[in-house]
């Protein structure tokens, strides 16, 4: 097998390739270099430098490297961009993702993983959120997700391509500094961030129907999701067929003011947070049902909270000081 990353360079996307390498596959990466950094990925594995919505190169590097299975990571992921960025989010997840299934189908390949996100639930008012609960994504982002897993299928069902949609929860840490989450977009590089800063973190609301009052979400360390893809892969090249859609989680809820006063331990900065009133659209709990992962891939979550934030803190501080 020979497994193409797009957005092979990226936070996850250079984890999966690496996971995958070490698990045996061989393994060539695809990224335009908007937000990837080359040198996340090592020698052995090639990176092509180009975009996922070149469909010429696409169609090259499938027939170069004789590609058997492609891991579709590339996308834009920033939900406030997408909401003054529309029509660039829906080119880029949307239609980009169209031109890949296009040139996969014509090279033949009959695997596919996507990338999806717990954004395509919304806001559901639920204790675990299962993948039978029902999807509406409140932002551009979440929508093209969703659209994106639609035609994931629909192009499956058509071509005879055994897909995969992972839809992850909240990713945070990393298996090594180097390969650390650069942007500053999630709730734990933010925190780092105002710390750097000299400023204390803060908190959206604590008066939200949860047990401390403050939101409560489900957080999977990068490396874990990383085995996930690992599982996935092992799934379609077991002989799998049809498409599978599947949440990727802890099933476990953190709640913000827990995680702050984690991220207080572990970098020694144990200011109270600042309250703030909540944010509108915050929903106060979303948190994985992860029986169909264990079920259908054979995988679970094995790194707690406290692995994530210390790998994080660790790789914050190489790329920021602090
Ligand atoms: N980080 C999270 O918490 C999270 C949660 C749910 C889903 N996701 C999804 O996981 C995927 C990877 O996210 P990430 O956090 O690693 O982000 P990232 O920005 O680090 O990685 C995306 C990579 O894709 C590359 N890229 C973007 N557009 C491209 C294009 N048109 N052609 C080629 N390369 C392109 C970027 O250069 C980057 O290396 C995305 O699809 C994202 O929506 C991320």
Redesign the pocket.
Known sequence: MTWLI????????AHVARAMAGAGERVVA????????PTRLPEDIPLVR????DGDLLKRVLAEHSVTGVAH?????QVGESVTQPTRYYQ?NVS?LATLLEAVAEAGVRRFLF?????VYGNPDVELITEDTPCAPVNPYGET?LAGEWLVRAAGRAHGIATVCLR????AGTAAPELA?T?VL?IVPMVFDRLTRGEVPRIFGDDHPTPDGTCVRDYIHVADLADAHVAAARRLTGGATGDLTVNIGRGEGVSVRELITLIGEVSGDRRPPLVEPRRPGDSPRAVASAELAARELGWTARRGVREMVESAWAGWRLHHGG
């Open positions: 797009t957005g092979g360079a990226g936070y996850i996307g695809l990224d335009d270099l908007s937000t990837g950094v180009g975009s996922a919505l990571l590339a996308a834009r992921k880029e980009g990338s999806s996100s717990a954004a997700k992850y929860f909240n990713v989450d942007g999630n």
